[in-house]
């Protein structure tokens, strides 16, 4: 990246920072918001756990293909055009997933919701390399997720803080959830106010763009990006369909609990993110270390489903795994990359990772929505959400796997430069 002339003043740092930040807060909480419903949804529109499945597994589809060419663009177009206007398409996403009564109309919305907000986090991701790269920039990196955590917190709380609106069925609810897009695209437009003026000043870390789009240097990425896709890939396969989908259901199934209660506990992992993922981002920035760090983070994964399967172990502790493992490895992931990835391809490197993590994600939604309805999952009949607990403990201990690997790999690199 290119040297500044000066740094951008404090105002315009904390204008910025809290700008992203409330862009990853509404992203979250829309995304979030079908969770809560997803009884409702069942009960009044008669949606099966594969129509469920289906409504966040669409909003990774596009991003298979999209998000790719979106993190290309990115270095080529600018990260403030791009973070405006896919914050706009997220918002009429958002929009027609509220008003929409038919399924289809529905998954519509959802899709448009991802089209723009995958996308848009890439390019979000280089921004803040761009303002605090070599500024303790995992700690803002870490910061930037935690509050996005929030949106998630906010949107599995959303069932007591908004009562009202549940009580009245499941649109008002996503009405809210729009309103959370439209605060994201306020913040969209203040970010590319101040962005614009900073960059014109010289003060941010900005490189160049390439002459032209090269596909060919998604070969360039040695083996520990690989490592590190992989870790993404298979962690966020297991947590977001989980938490994000199934989890409130299969809590008010398989343990009795009301919605408002099963949606406090799934919150909670959320809200430990909130706290501790900065506390991650200052201790990678600090030590460094970060193989190991996601070495622990991958195993608490699926430790933390093989107490949810033990009908003897309280669900607290499978929560409380949750959240150390949520709120540490995304602080841990997310800045390594521009430790194996160069400065002008950060976007088509985010972007790659994203577009697997999006396929991930699309699969383990179906495969789990799937598995319930083969096993004919419902209060009346628990047993059948064994499968999908079965699923995603053998997913996240392949995300251990890919840990291991990248700790071998950096220990090897470290070996051969310190020499015989």
Not at 16 to 32: E, H, I, Q, R, S
Request: a positive charge.
């Amino acid at each position: 990246m290119n040297q500044r002339t000066r740094l951008p003043s404090f105002k315009a740092q904390a204008i910025m920072f809290t700008a992203a930040a409330l862009l990853m807060l509404g992203n979250n909480y829309v995304y979030d918001s079908i969770g809560p419903v997803a009884d409702l949804l069942s009960r009044q529109l008669g949606f099966t756990q594969t129509q469920l499945g289906t409504l966040n597994a669409i909003y990774s589809v596009p991003n298979i293909f999209l998000v790719l060419v979106g993190g290309v663009l990115t270095d080529r177009l600018g990260v403030r055009r791009v973070v405006f206007w896919t914050t706009f398409i997220c918002l009429v996403g958002a929009v027609l997933t509220a008003l929409g009564s038919h399924f289809g109309v529905m998954v519509l919305g959802r899709l448009l919701f991802g089209v723009g907000a995958e996308t848009m986090i890439v390019a979000l991701l280089v921004a803040l390399v761009q303002w605090f790269d070599g500024r303790y920039l995992a700690l803002f990196l870490a910061l930037n997720i935690s509050l996005g955590r929030l949106g998630s917190y906010l949107a599995d709380r959303s069932p007591s803080f908004a009562d009202s609106l549940y009580a009245r069925g499941w649109q008002p609810p996503l009405v809210l959830a729009a309103g959370f897009a439209a605060l994201s695209l306020a913040a969209a437009a203040v970010y590319f106010l101040v962005d614009r003026r900073e960059a014109a000043r010289g003060t941010l870390a900005i490189a160049p763009p390439g002459e032209r789009v090269d596909w060919k240097n998604m070969l360039r990425f040695g083996f520990g990006y690989w490592c590190i896709a992989g870790i993404c890939v298979t962690f966020y396969s297991v947590i977001l369909p989980f938490r994000s989908t199934f989890a409130i259901e299969y809590f008010q199934h398989a343990h009795g609990m009301s919605l408002a209660a099963a949606s406090k506990i799934n919150s909670y992992v959320f809200l430990a993110a909130v706290v501790a993922t900065p506390l991650f981002g200052l201790l990678v920035d600090r030590i460094g270390h970060h193989a190991q760090l996601l070495v622990v983070g991958s195993l608490l994964l699926p430790l933390s489903f093989v107490c949810l399967a033990s009908s003897s172990v309280s669900l607290w502790v499978s929560t409380a795994l949750l959240g150390v493992s949520f709120s540490m490895v995304p602080a841990v992931l997310w800045p390594a990359v521009p430790r194996v990835a160069a400065a002008a391809l950060l976007g088509t490197a985010y972007g790659l990772m994203t577009m697997l993590q999006n396929a991930g994600l699309t699969l383990a939604n179906l495969i789990a929505g799937y598995l319930n309805d083969r096993g004919g999952a419902s209060a009346a009949h628990v047993q059948g959400y064994a499968a999908m607990l079965w699923f995603f403990g053998l997913l996240s201990l392949a995300g251990f796997v890919f840990a291991l690997l990248l700790w071998r790999h950096d220990a090897r690199a470290q070996s051969a430069q310190l020499g015989p």
